[in-house]
């Protein structure tokens, strides 16, 4: 609303992504039982969270809308783009880190003090660099899908 106030009309505010599908998460939180994971090897218990935690906040997107009917107000979907991305785009090769989901606490990429930690010789087919963050290609193909996702509702493209 601040935003609003001070004179923005074009807003475009990004959801979660599928967090229970990074690394990190599926490291700290493994567990051997097949029922806690969907289709793509992600937790459910976060996915579904996240899923919540968005369908929230798209719902007060749709009360700024009716309060702010002037303003465009567009809803980024990281989750949908990220699983767009995890289920097709890239592929799901591996950096060998270390550990179940090749992550290690003890050997991050990123921290000065880590020394020899593998880089991935190809960057372009993962998806995370670190287990944590997304490679500058994952980055790339989910900026090319919301773009023009969201260039569609500013009606930039016919």
Known sequence: ???INVGAINLVIPGNFPI???PIYLTAFHNDHP???DENKCLRCFNDFTMYHNRQLQLAIQELKKEFPQVLIIYAD???TLMRIINHALAKGKCKIGGAYNFNPFSMCGICSM????VCPNLKKYIH???????QEAHRQMAIWLIFNIAKQWKCLV
């Open 20 to 22: 229970s599908c990074i």
């Open 129 to 135: 660099w670190d287990s944590i963050h997304l490679t």
């Open 1 to 3: 609303m601040e935003l």
């Open 78 to 80: 990281y989750y949908k």
């Open 35 to 37: 029922a806690l994971y």
């Open 115 to 118: 020394q020899g930690v593998p």
